[in-house]
């Protein structure tokens, strides 16, 4: 699970964007762990939220992660 975390925090650090679905998250983990599914992603990324490492917007219509402290960020 470390493993997964650590590459959606690379994933956030270097992408060009500041917020980003979890699609496009998804996407960038599966370059690192071509066979890993969209549930344990999914559980790495709450697990980081929980740590206070990622953070949630909410676009109205879907929600999106940021790094937390990088770009415009607020509370969730």
């Known amino acids: 699970m470390e493993d997964i975390k650590q590459a959606i925090l690379d994933f956030a650090e270097n992408n060009k964007k500041t917020k980003f679905y979890f699609n496009d998250m998804e996407k960038g983990v599966r370059k690192v762990f071509p066979d890993i599914k969209a549930r344990a992603v999914k559980k ?33």
């Not at 709450?46 to 949630?56: H, M």
């Not at 676009?59 to 509370?75: C, F, I």
């Open 44 to 76: 790495a990324a709450t697990e980081l939220i929980n740590e206070e490492k990622l953070i949630y917007f909410s676009t109205g219509s879907s929600t999106m992660y940021g790094l937390k402290g990088r770009g415009q960020t607020e509370d969730h």
